[in-house]
């Protein structure tokens, strides 16, 4: 069964480089993002890493932990980050998970049942190992993106995603194509006209079905 959004995040014990955690206890009341990849040491991952190490006070500020997932063990992690902090001119205080036995990636379906690590693999045994789980306090997956290896992904765009999530999280509102912090957003047709009046201002009405607010702060 493929994990879809509002799905209830699979837990699990793992080891990390910077020890063992239950993910769902680890998450605790926290907005997380698990981000996996297919082999450490490799080009486009490790600007990725480094990426997400450069963002940490932008996932603070949203009260969210991040923690990556690679297929390969704590020793290969704990080497590979001395690269990426490196690469990336700043700490990586974030752990990653030791996924050799590929329990993660088939939990949260990036492998399919039967995958194996053949001897002398390469990236492309788990190429599909190359997605993004954005995940709420209540353990519920929110969103997910799935990249190619040749693709390195944008990481102002996850935190632009977030946002959304954050904005929208619980409450009769969407945001538009292309939103950003700050700007207008859509009142979801759950509410009336006066209703979504009372509870966000007046209305910028382009259709009778798409209604726009002021971003509520």
Excluded at 162 to 191: C, H, Y
Aim: proline content about 6%.
């Amino acid at each position: 069964m493929a994990l879809r959004i509002n799905d209830i995040v699979p837990d699990f014990t793992a080891q990390t480089d910077q020890g063992e955690i239950s993910f769902h206890d680890w998450i605790g009341d926290s907005w997380a993002i698990l981000f996996s990849h297919p082999k450490d040491f490799t080009p486009v991952c490790t600007t990725e890493f480094g990426a997400v190490a450069q963002l940490s006070e932008e996932w603070a500020k949203r009260g969210t932990k991040v923690i990556g997932v690679s297929v390969d063990g704590v020793e290969e992690h704990k080497g590979w980050k001395a690269d990426i902090e490196s690469f990336a001119g700043c700490a990586a205080g974030f752990p990653i998970i030791a996924d050799g036995d590929l329990a993660v990636s088939k939990a949260f379906d990036m492998l399919p049942a039967e995958a194996y690590l053949p001897e002398g693999r390469t990236p492309a045994n788990t190429a599909t190992v190359r997605s993004v789980f954005i995940i709420s306090p209540d353990k519920k997956l929110q969103l997910s993106m799935t990249y190619p290896m040749s693709v390195g992904r944008n990481f102002a765009e996850v935190l632009r995603a977030l946002d959304a999530l954050q904005k929208t999280f619980g409450v009769p509102l969407a945001t538009p194509a292309n939103w950003e912090t700050g700007k207008d957003v859509i009142v979801a047709l759950s509410l009336d006209d006066a209703a979504a009046e009372e509870k966000y201002g007046s209305l910028d009405k382009k259709l009778k079905y798409l209604r726009f607010a002021k971003d509520p702060k």
